[in-house]
């Protein structure tokens, strides 16, 4: 079965605005502007974000973007 994803903000380094991305296989298949045709069909679960925010590729999705480096700077390696 694959999933469309309607009308999502997609987070990746360049500014999107508003997708579609069609999932196949647990893996984003293809990307178009929203709006744009994917797929469709029996086989196809569309699912409507609403413009929420989509992050894919992230293994640990609990990231600060902002703060933390101080803390990171002083981490040290294990003594021998």
């Given at each position: 079965?694959?999933?469309l994803l309607r009308n999502a903000r997609l987070y990746v380094p360049?500014?999107?605005?508003?997708?579609d991305l069609l999932i196949?296989?647990?893996?984003?298949?293809?990307?178009a502007s929203a709006g744009e045709p994917l797929a469709s069909g029996p086989?196809?679960?569309e699912?409507?974000?609403g413009g929420?925010?989509?992050?894919?590729?992230l293994v640990d999705?609990?990231?600060h973007f902002i703060g933390g480096a101080a803390k990171a700077?002083?981490?040290r390696a294990p003594p021998n």
């Open positions: 079965m694959l999933t360049e500014p999107r605005g508003l997708c196949a296989d647990g893996r984003i298949a293809a990307i086989l196809v679960n699912i409507d974000l929420r925010r989509v992050i894919p590729g999705p609990l990231v700077a002083s981490a």
